[in-house]
């Protein structure tokens, strides 16, 4: 009598909170909120007159957003993004090491699904945005051997897949983790980068 009333409660509890994460979710709703990240990323760079270098690179980012559930669980929406990212080369620490400081500013369209158990849903992201670059680059002229400053602007179309995790702490507030991966091109008139990121975001919405 005793365990089939615990597992009573326990039945209802999960379908209350499913009810409540399903209204946070329902068709007709809008979510603002944002989030920030740190990311690593590898970059080649191909530059006409020191050839190809190998960067790392640490970078720091926010991301906020607002978006607009056009169906049950499934919302679309806008997002702006701010980026500070500062690279070296691998190969050694020496001051005449080739290396770069950007930041970037973007606007762009991001989609999610949740998929909700309880008071947590599980989300894939895509989202698409174009970013206008802005760098300072530090380069070894190899005939005097001494670093030269070049700035450039640039801008880039970017595609990024991502799952996330998101936990709803009240009726109308979640927070969420979010796990990135991009990779994506940018050409100048003297060198070009490729890049291979991947990023940790942290964030919180709000369910209005």
């Given at each position: 009598m005793i365990l089939t009333l615990?597992?009573?409660?326990?039945?209802?509890?999960?379908?209350?909170?499913?009810?409540?994460?399903?209204?946070?979710?329902?068709?007709?709703?809008?979510?603002?909120?944002?989030?920030a990240n740190l990311s690593t990323t590898k970059i080649n760079n191909h530059h006409a007159s020191t050839g190809t270098n190998t960067f790392r690179s640490f970078g720091f980012g926010l991301r906020p957003n607002v978006g607009y559930f056009f169906l049950p669980q499934f919302v679309v929406g806008l997002t702006p993004s701010f980026r500070y990212q500062k690279q070296?080369?691998?190969?050694?620490?020496?001051?005449?090491?080739?290396?770069?400081?950007?930041?970037?500013i973007g606007l762009g369209f991001f989609s999610r699904y949740y998929f909700l158990l309880g008071k947590f849903?599980?989300?894939?992201?895509?989202?698409?945005?174009?970013?206008?670059?802005?760098?300072?680059?530090?380069?070894?002229?190899?005939?005097?051997?001494?670093?030269?400053?070049?700035?450039?602007?640039?801008?880039?179309?970017n595609f990024y897949p991502s799952i996330g995790l998101s936990y709803f702490i009240t009726d109308n507030v979640g927070i969420e983790g979010i796990l990135k991966h991009s990779?994506?091109?940018?050409?100048?008139?003297?060198?070009?980068?490729?890049?291979?990121?991947?990023s940790f975001n942290i964030g919180l919405q709000v369910f209005l």
């Open positions: 615990k597992k009573g409660l326990l039945l209802h509890s999960l379908i209350f909170l499913s009810f409540l994460a399903k209204a946070q979710t329902e068709k007709g709703r809008f979510m603002v909120g944002g989030n070296k080369s691998g190969q050694d620490n020496s001051p005449m090491t080739p290396q770069s400081v950007s930041h970037d849903g599980v989300f894939p992201e895509l989202s698409v945005d174009k970013q206008f670059v802005k760098s300072k680059n530090y380069q070894l002229d190899p005939i005097q051997n001494v670093i030269v400053e070049q700035e450039e602007k640039n801008n880039s179309i990779s994506d091109k940018e050409e100048y008139d003297t060198f070009s980068n490729d890049f291979k990121r991947l």
